[in-house]
């Protein structure tokens, strides 16, 4: 039998099915989430991602438990820099590429691959069984094979989860529903860079783009015993 549950989600509670849910954990990574790592270096406040760290990892141990693919996404570039060319947006906004034209130190270490910068933290560890997609943009879907792995697995809904809620997570979750994808966030599983940005792409995501939950409601929903 087809397991589904309801998650008592926001604005409304929406029902899904176990078999047609994929968790996505976009960019848990140094850069993002640890003192030192590249957010901190440019300004960002990380002194919230340790509870962050902590709820994604029940989060992601309850969907494995659940048969529930995980799949990570890792943000970052090659050294030699070929996903970034000078004539690409990216090269001109990306603080990270700004950060390390302007400090010569830390050219090359910030978010390239084969860094510290780069990893994802220690806590989340992808295991076997795990799918881990690289991306050099903000989406999970731009540029990289996401769309196709979830749709040979015949998934309809993602439970997103990581940072920075206001630039890769909701980039993320707002391609998710232009490909007819049904995002919800687990909003005690994300962080912001920046002030009032939380609030915001939670007033986004709930109102144009999809629903929000937490990691308790999500637990409580896949451990229950619904049909």
């Known amino acids: 039998m087809t397991r589904t549950v309801t998650l008592p989600a926001r604005p409304e509670p929406i029902t ?11 960019d848990m990574q140094n850069a993002y989430c640890s003192k030192g790592g590249y957010i901190d270096l440019v300004g960002f406040d990380v002194s919230g991602a ?17 048969g529930i693919p995980v799949i990570y996404l890792q943000n970052g570039f090659s050294p ?18 700004r950060f390390m034209r302007a400090n010569e130190a830390y050219a090359g270490k910030l ?12 806590d989340l560890t992808p295991e076997p069984g795990d799918i881990v997609v690289p991306k050099a943009r903000y989406s999970g879907f731009a540029g990289t094979n996401l769309e196709q792995i979830l749709a040979a697995r015949r998934i309809r809904t993602l439970l997103v989860a990581g ?5 890769s997570v909701e980039s993320t979750i707002r391609d998710a529903y232009h490909r007819e994808f049904f995002p919800v966030m687990v909003t005690d599983a994300t962080m912001a860079a920046g002030p009032g940005a939380q609030q915001a792409t939670e007033f986004n995501v709930a109102q144009f783009f999809g629903w929000l939950t937490t990691g308790a409601e999500v637990r409580a929903a896949l ?5």
Do not use: Y
Request: net charge negative; hydrophobic share 45%; proline share 7%.
């Open 16 to 26: 899904v099915t176990v078999a047609e849910t994929a968790l996505i954990v976009v």
């Open 50 to 66: 340790p509870p962050v760290i902590e709820e994604t990892v029940r989060l992601v141990a309850t969907c494995r438990a659940a």
């Open 80 to 97: 030699d820099l070929r996903e970034a060319p000078e004539g690409a947006p990216v090269w001109h906004k990306s603080n990270a590429l």
């Open 111 to 122: 978010i390239t691959h084969g860094t510290w910068d780069h990893e994802i933290v220690p």
């Open 163 to 167: 940072v920075a809620t206001n630039v």
């Open 223 to 227: 451990m229950a015993n619904e049909g």
